[in-house]
């Protein structure tokens, strides 16, 4: 009889036979396979949940209506290489991305209007739109390659624009938001004759340095309504950071005048937090010179030791020591992050006995749109290079600053 190798194969697994040494000395856990089911609506991000249920978003939207996240607008210029035909001199068109809180009713259709003061509209155009359902949102973003190359501009300075939410079958036609963006230009890096005019457009963001954001992420192996998506949420933050970096910042959190959250295997740290997402990027089509300094990226910073609470039957006893539990230790935290070997960053927060972030309200009376804190954020150092420390007080949030915010 001819044997099987893939039998054999499998008998070997199923004993162990081949498996290196090294791996016996820990128990051998299969990852889980995560399939999730289609969906066409993104769950809104949630900071707050109540323990373990299932969070509220009447926060978000209390009136149950279409409503910006402000903190997703992101407004840009996009620049073109000629301007109305002639390559001599490059201008530039708007483009915007922006996040929309359901509930969003079949037919609606979103748009955006740019106006230059002074001047009658510039331009319009339409969004990508889609029904959504209450608790979920949508987002999009439009414009830029999308605007017809002859309503390009060489215009800088203020840019208003309006995103608008109109609907046939209703008959309604509503202003979500209305902003104002400071657009500048910096030569290029051309240097070939006839390349004078050859400018690269760009909207200033200065305004975002001092402004952080704290929230919670549930388990995206269950679906936002299931309440063990909730039962051991991550604690996350999220800041700006002005130039080419590289992201790999480190975020330290002090508590009781002690760092929390190290813990080691072999004399190595283990579950080492990062800031290595960027959840958001402001930035120049061209390159300039210096390289990167018209660019403006928001962070978003994990930690894997540092839990709000832990509701699943899970040990918070590991084979490297305790996980830290906001639940476990009310009270103040501070924040601090290094990059490249200097102090950068340094925010301050509290929670309360049940492991949820203390309410500074300043997101809610400001509205901001989606379920996050926002926290002062102290700018050390010389990492962003020159920067308008004051641009927050008129500009944030593309001229709707933030009421009861003040930097220390």
Same mark, same amino acid.
């Given at each position: 009889?001819?044997?099987?190798?893939?039998?054999?194969?499998?008998?070997?697994?199923?004993?162990?036979?081949?498996?290196?040494a090294a791996a016996a000395q820990f128990p051998?856990?299969?990852?889980?396979?995560?399939?999730?089911?289609?969906?066409?609506?993104?769950?809104?991000?949630?900071?707050?949940?109540?323990?373990?249920?299932?969070?509220? !978003?009447?926060?978000?939207?209390?009136?149950?209506?279409?409503? =910006?996240?402000?903190?997703?607008?992101?407004?840009?210029?996009?620049?073109?290489?000629?301007?109305?035909?002639?390559?001599?001199?490059?201008?530039?068109?708007?483009?915007?991305?922006?996040?929309?809180?359901?509930?969003?009713?079949?037919?609606?259709?979103?748009?955006?209007?740019?106006?230059?003061?002074?001047?009658?509209?510039?331009?319009?155009?339409?969004?990508?739109?889609?029904?959504?359902?209450?608790?979920?949102?949508?987002?999009?973003?439009?414009?830029?390659?999308? *605007?017809?190359?002859?309503?390009?501009?060489?215009?800088?300075?203020?840019?208003?624009? !309006?995103? $608008?939410?109109?609907?046939?079958?209703?008959?309604?036609?509503?202003?979500?938001?209305?902003?104002?963006?400071?657009?500048?230009?910096?030569?290029?890096?051309?240097?070939?004759?006839?390349?004078?005019?050859?400018?690269?457009?760009?909207?200033?963001?200065?305004?975002?340095?001092?402004?952080? /954001?704290?929230?919670?992420?549930?388990?995206?192996?269950?679906?936002?309504?299931?309440? $063990?998506?909730?039962?051991?949420?991550?604690?996350?933050?999220?800041?700006?950071?002005?130039?080419?970096?590289?992201?790999?910042?480190?975020?330290?959190?002090?508590?009781?005048?002690?760092?929390?959250?190290?813990? /080691?295997?072999?004399?190595?740290?283990?579950?080492?937090?990062?800031?290595? *997402?960027?959840?958001?990027?402001?930035?120049?089509?061209?390159?300039?010179?210096?390289?990167?300094?018209?660019?403006w990226t928001r962070w978003k910073c994990t930690?894997?030791?540092?839990?709000?609470?832990?509701?699943?039957?899970?040990?918070?006893?590991?084979?490297?020591?305790?996980?830290?539990?906001?639940?476990?230790?009310?009270?103040?935290?501070?924040?601090?992050?290094?990059?490249?070997?200097?102090? =950068?960053?340094?925010?301050?927060?509290?929670?309360?006995?049940?492991?949820?972030? *203390?309410?500074?309200?300043?997101?809610?009376?400001?509205?901001?749109?989606?379920?996050?804190?926002?926290?002062?954020?102290?700018?050390?150092?010389?990492?962003?290079?020159?920067?308008?420390?004051?641009?927050?007080?008129?500009?944030?949030?593309?001229?709707?600053?933030?009421?009861?915010?003040?930097?220390?």
């Open positions: 009889m001819r044997s099987n190798p893939f039998l054999i194969a499998g008998i070997m697994m199923i004993f162990g036979v081949g498996v290196p051998l856990k299969l990852p889980k396979i995560n399939v999730e089911k289609p969906k066409t609506e993104e769950p809104r991000s949630v900071v707050q949940p109540a323990g373990g249920s299932v969070p509220s !978003t009447a926060t978000a939207n209390p009136n149950d209506r279409p409503s =910006i996240a402000k903190d997703s607008v992101q407004a840009s210029a996009f620049t073109l290489s000629s301007y109305r035909k002639n390559n001599a001199i490059w201008s530039w068109v708007p483009k915007i991305e922006f996040t929309v809180n359901g509930p969003i009713a079949s037919g609606s259709q979103l748009s955006v209007e740019f106006s230059i003061p002074g001047a009658a509209p510039w331009v319009k155009f339409d969004c990508k739109t889609q029904p959504t359902g209450p608790g979920f949102s949508h987002k999009t973003e439009c414009g830029g390659r999308e *605007v017809a190359e002859d309503k390009g501009s060489t215009h800088t300075g203020p840019v208003s624009f !309006t995103i $608008r939410m109109r609907n046939e079958l209703a008959g309604t036609d509503a202003t979500l938001f209305s902003g104002k963006m400071k657009v500048a230009k910096v030569r290029s890096n051309a240097t070939a004759p006839n390349t004078a005019n050859h400018f690269v457009y760009y909207v200033d963001h200065d305004w975002n340095l001092p402004i952080g /954001y704290l929230f919670y992420e549930g388990d995206n192996q269950f679906d936002a309504d299931d309440p $063990r998506r909730w039962a051991k949420p991550r604690f996350t933050v999220s800041f700006w950071m002005r130039g080419e970096t590289s992201g790999f910042a480190q975020p330290h959190l002090f508590f009781g005048g002690k760092e929390v959250g190290k813990l /080691y295997y072999n004399g190595k740290e283990t579950g080492v937090p990062n800031c290595s *997402v960027p959840e958001a990027r402001n930035a120049p089509t061209h390159i300039t010179s210096p390289e990167g300094q018209f660019i930690f894997y030791n540092v839990i709000p609470w832990n509701k699943t039957r899970d040990s918070n006893e590991t084979m490297f020591g305790r996980l830290h539990l906001f639940s476990e230790n009310p009270g103040e935290y501070e924040l601090k992050v290094m990059h490249n070997g200097r102090l =950068i960053r340094t925010l301050k927060f509290a929670v309360d006995r049940e492991g949820k972030l *203390v309410d500074n309200g300043i997101a809610k009376e400001n509205k901001l749109g989606s379920d996050r804190l926002i926290v002062p954020v102290q700018v050390l150092g010389e990492q962003d290079g020159a920067w308008d420390r004051n641009a927050w007080k008129t500009d944030a949030f593309y001229g709707n600053p933030l009421t009861g915010f003040s930097i220390l």
